[in-house]
């Protein structure tokens, strides 16, 4: 049982860590002017709600099956994921604003989250690594 | 179509006049088609139903007399128009410029300045700004071979060069073809350097070519000219440095101070004097003009017209005259300061053909400026005289002058030329920078820094204006530098590293007008545009050439080659001379594009309007306000013969109207399917303007009593915006979109969110930010189809300000509020939109266009603010662009400037003018760079640092709270006064101490808290607040600085001492009175200079004579409650009140509203409330606020 907790959080994972990847990538675009901010947030705005389930369905996960602390690692990530989706100001078109996004710096630190979620992931993704594999053993 | 959805519109189409034929296609029941339109020839006058269609015949009238027209009837109306104006406008003078260059031909050592080709104009219309001149030896405008025509080095500073264009302009007419026509020489192989005035579109277009007859047949250009004479003469017989420097001053802070009069030396009150009375001689032969008079001169010329008097007293009249503010020349009077150059150059010309050998400047360039010395301020002074109706000379100029001979065609386009237009506002400033930049220099250090106690002085604000200060450059730089007015930086000394500036805890930022109406404007038309190639930068006056075939970019240091082309400079009709050519000589200079910078044909001008019309909308009865002013100013509607204009009308339902040239009368087709908008015929609802004319009249006169019985109360706005969307996408454009009402219908549609219980709440101002991403969505799509989408509010309740300007905001719009608006119970507000309607239909326009702004590297822009999409992170989609747009970026420093001592800042806007012409305007600006904190803080321009500010500001109050905003605006005071007095070492922190640079700072911010946008605890309606902060987000530095600040004036007791001279009134110069009503005297009246609003103060016991001989009644008493104009009465206090107030409104390019306020009448509040120095029950007074400030330094 808890080998195929850790597969699916290890498949989660891999698709979190594409998906920083991909925020990264389309990210370090716009800031080289490749595409237009408008066509950038609205490509990224898709999978930020993905994104947040990806995550939230994880540690839920964890929480359920009783691992304290790689539920407690991963709740102040989705605990900010979910914060950031709600706080969006009822003006703005999602979480990346083309109006906005050149403003303030806000590429910027979208850059700096990403790289932190990155990194975070890869974290993790090594951690579920071992359990999967340290279960895998067990069993 | 379902039978009640059918009721209603059939209803709707019963009330319609019988002029209009009706279509009204549901398209719930029948689909998207554009079926109506087979109906509607012209010889039907009833419709057929097709099936399927909700379609309802109306009632037809006999179609009128005059609907059949042809097309042609109508084609190049405007255009007539304005060659007739011109040719009549035509004077003499260009001929006589034909006769000079002739003879000077012939003389040794002449030099031609440039060749002149007939004009090859795409349209008779357009020829004004287009002629391009042959390099042809037609004129030989200098005799003396040793100028090198450095005059060009700046725009401002050269009055040859001026003389030169505008006659090259006045001839380049079709009219004068003739003459040249032989004289041409295929020089299409040189680029050809123009100066013609901006987009040729402008309804401005005549004056720009009207020549002196003009003026004098309009005594008010007659009076700019004049002044512009006597601004000229000062300059030219004062070589001594002070008195330059005086004058420069003048010219710079634009009033005159005791203490300046007395540095300039008595004979420069003397040359004043003599200039105007216009003698010529004594001045003329004067060899030793310095630079400072070669620059001074063609700034002076240009950019005071109201310099003009004569009689002014010696001193005080100098000092005085410079006084326009640099904003205020808006002023119809364009044609002087063109037309002034031709004179120029023929005084010019005929000076040299008199022989009188200017003494050659042995000076090598780079500096040209000083050489065209000896010629320029001698024909400036006399030039004026000659054209302005200055009897004596009037005979002399009349001699070399000829008829001439309107007829000639235009024949080949790429003759290169250099000619030079004005354009319509003379634009002030640009010159001032220029002049200052000579007389502060040693000066301003000192005095800049000079430490202030706050709370000891009493009288912080001086009497006169604050002009922007000047960077600290050499000469040379100085000169050549952008005007304040168009590029600004909050900081003239740039600090080295962040740390620096960090430590200085002052903003750093730049305040942009890019687009603003100049007087003097470098046409600039050339194969290649000279770029560099990495960074793309265009060459500027600041980049150097490290040889004759290479330059050195000064924003990112590459060297690049000097283009063949380049070494020819069509001026000076001279070889390898590239650093003089008009692109590294002037700052602000626009180069005609190729097709290189075009993604597509240039659009041609297209114009929608969509208007409410709802029960709301009618009631208000702005539409025939708004018909009205469209009938006077169709003809002015910036464009070509493209021109398209089309008119959508909205309540429930979306009515468009078929004006498809060869109609009878204009068919409405009523679209009432809100949900999936289509567009009932898609090709005949933009129409041409000038083939549909008539129709388009029709529309204009019958629409404002189409709907007066309409009982329809919904406002259906989103689905007409997308309407309007799908309309423009094709071509792009301007959409005018006009709501009175909060959107209750379909797509985009609001709920109210204002409680007016929370107006005066102290703590939190909620709904700052839009309810909906619905109109950002729609004006994002609309900036990706170049569709600007400029919005009239006139809403008597809340309409949600905040949503529904997103629609401008990011398609590059603009925003208008009439708040409480109503046509005959609200007079005031009526007025104020006729005006604004004036200017906002007649007012130059840029489609399609882009920004970028470039800087040196080590700095870059993080932030944006104004009405735009940033596209990239240094490209700035605009739709639209207009004169009236200001905008702001904050600048931080990423890499150290150790290595620099100068960084650049340039500005490149690309448009497609309403010619059809793609044109870039490219401004730069270089200032130096400082390694001490105080030199930081010398360099303080502490205008721009607020208005730079306020837009964080209002952009914190929207993301954040607004009292965090106002926290941070106190903040910035306490930080930087705190960060200065740890600066200054010797003082005791006890006192409140700022630099004499940042001694405004206080005040100004106070005003800022008290401003609409930010105050708290008064009662604010949330509208009212939003479009504050609106107006704060896209308007230029000179206009929000008036709204913030305004000016006040005691005007009861106007005397001449000090006045200045425009279009022969003597205007008086009042001193600017302290925001405080213990300045105000129940025994006086006072004017409030708001910016766009004057407000007339009288006091109780004001003086009777003064009540009666300006106000026009008996007494206080009688004084009307509502008194917006003043009467005509001829007294001479009435006399200077009101030339006092038209100088004032001739200033800006809106003419502001006048309010006569009693003392003691409930409108006082709307007055007092801008006396920003005293307490209020909510907020600090002046003296209050320094000693919060003291405390929290102290903390």
New interface residues.
Partial sequence: MEAVVFVFSLLDCCALIFLSVYFIITLSD??C?YI???SCCSKLNKWIIPELIGHTLVTLLMLVSLHWFIFLLNLPVATWNIYRFIMV?????GVFD??E?????Q?KSHMKEAMIKLGFHLLCFFMYLYSMILALIND | MSAPAGSPQRAASARMQPRLGGAAASGAAAGPGPAPRQQNGPAQNQMQIPSGYGVYPQNYSAPSGHCFQGPGKMTSLPLDDQCGDYYSGLYAVPTQNVVTPKTTNQQAGAQQIYGRAPPAPHNVGSTPEYFQGAASSASHLYTSASQPYSSLVNHYSGPAMYSANSSAVSQGFPSTCGHYAVSTVSNAVYPSVSYPSLPAGEPYGQQMFTSQNASTVRPVRDNSFSSQNTALSHPSPLPPPPSQQYHQQQSLSGYSTPSWSASGPPSTQDNLVRNHTGSLTPANNNPTNTVADSLSCPVTQNVQPPKSSPVVSTVVSGASSARLPPTANHLVEPVASVTQPSELLQQKDMLSSSASSPAPDPAPEPDPTPAPVPTAPQPSKVAKPFGYGYPTLQPGYQNTAAPLHPGGQPCSPAYSGFQQYTQQYPGMNQLSSSLGGLSLQSSIQPESLRPVNLTQERNILPVTPILAPIPNLNLDLKKLNCSPDSFRCTLTNIPQTQALLTKAKLPLGLLLHPFRDLTQLPVITSNTIVRCRSCRTYINPFVSFIDQRRWKCNLCYRVNDVPEEFMYNPLTRSYGEPHKRPEVQNSTVEFIASSDYMLRPPQPAVYLFVLDVSHNAVEAGYLTILCQSLLENLDKLPGDSRTRIGFVTFDSTIHFYNLQEGLSQPQMLIVSDIDDVFLPTPDSLLVNLHESKELIKDLLNALPNMFTNTRETHSALGPALQAAFKLMSPTGGRVSVFQTQLPSLGAGLLQSREDPNQRSSTKVVQHLGPATDFYKKLALDCSGQQTAVDLFLLSSQYSDLSSLACMSKYSAGCIYYYPSFHSTHNPSQAEKLQKELKRYLTRKIGFEAVMRIRCTKGLSMHTFHGNFFVRSTDLLSLANINPDAGFAVQLSIEESLTDTSLVCFQTALLYTSSKGERRIRVHTLCLPVVSSLADVYAGVDVQAAICLLANMAVDRSISTSLSDARDALVNAVVDSLSAYSSTVSNLQHSVLIAPSSLKLFPLYVLALLKQKAFRTGTSTRLDDRVYAMCQIKCQPLVHLMKMIHPNLYRIDRLIDEGAIHVNDRVVPQPPLQKLSAEKLTREGAFLMDCGCVFYIWVGKSCDNNFIEDVLGCPNFASIPQKMTHLPELDTLSSERTRSFITWLRDCRPLSPVLHVVKDESPAKTEFFQHLIEDRTEAAFSYYEFLLHIQQQICK
Avoid: C, K, Q, V
């Fill in positions: 716009l800031e002017d237009n901010a408008r100001p009822s003006g703005n078109m083309p109006t996004i050149h403003n303030r710096g590429l």
